[in-house]
């Protein structure tokens, strides 16, 4: 059970921003560019917000993101994969096709995609439209090696003998796809889904950082560590607060991936 204490942390962590995002954006022109103190232990920033507060409600939307992104990317490449597997026309043009996407670095494929997608939108995108974006950029540039490695799975499994006979024995394809695929993937999923995590919350701070993320109004994480690295000379506590509380998010993350793979 103790394995599982940062992923609780981390879901407990998206729920935040739905209680403390107004106190997080109270404004204080009194307050502005406060080192830390008792009052504000992570200091204030240009418009005197507590950029403690700030930034735990930017890691609850950077977590809710790369949650959301993990999961629709997981169900794209489990579907994709395992149609691909019974699927023999033209299955070596398009496997070649998946490695040749895969090569791609994942930035540049979401960066892409994000700019495409926005175009579609196109006029002021919302908060639910930015973030609709994001997630789904993330899991069209993310999906094809889940994809290639579901179909290597189901296609090691086709060829038991077992399976083959619980064919000949009459069993439904619901019933063997719950009691021998299923079963059988889902070690590597459930090892896959806790690897990526940290993975994702990178890619999508990196696209914060860059200019493609939530905005100031709903600040993740890169983009409060952006903001922070324009003024980090004068003020380091704007740069410091958000990383540490990323590499923390990340660390923390890092050693769930361990004990789960013990």
């Not at 609709?132 to 799975?153: G, K, M, Q």
Request: hydrophobic share 50%; net charge positive.
């Amino acid at each position: 059970m103790k394995k599982y204490i940062p992923l609780f942390f981390a879901l407990a962590l998206c729920i935040y921003p739905m209680f403390a995002r107004d106190f997080s954006m109270d404004i204080d022109s009194a307050k502005v560019f406060q080192s830390p103190n008792k009052e504000f232990l992570g200091g204030t920033d240009s418009l005197g917000r507590d950029l403690l507060q700030r930034s735990l409600v930017g890691g609850g939307v950077s977590l809710l993101i790369c949650f959301a992104s993990l999961i629709l990317t997981y169900a794209l490449g489990v579907f994709i994969g395992s149609v691909l597997s019974f699927w023999n026309r033209s299955n070596h043009l398009v496997v070649f096709m998946i490695d040749v996407f895969d090569s791609i670095p994942n930035f540049l494929l979401v960066a892409l995609f994000s700019i495409l997608i926005n175009r579609g939108v196109g006029g002021q995108p919302s908060v639910i439209s930015t973030f609709t974006t994001l997630v789904i950029s993330i899991a069209l540039a993310a999906w094809a090696p889940i994809a290639r490695n579901v179909r290597l799975e189901i296609l090691q499994l086709r060829g038991r003998e077992y399976l083959s006979a619980a064919v000949v024995a009459g069993g439904s394809p619901l019933y063997i796809i719950r009691t021998y695929y299923i079963r059988a993937i889902w070690p590597w999923l459930r090892v896959s889904i806790v690897h990526n995590i940290p993975q994702f919350l990178l890619i999508e701070s990196v696209l914060s950082f860059t200019g493609f993320g939530m905005g100031s109004q709903n600040a993740t994480l890169g983009y409060l560590i952006y903001e922070g690295w324009k003024n980090a000379l004068l003020y380091p506590h704007l740069f410091m607060i958000p990383a540490a509380i990323l590499c923390v998010l990340i660390f923390m993350l890092t050693i769930s991936i361990q004990d789960n793979r013990s």
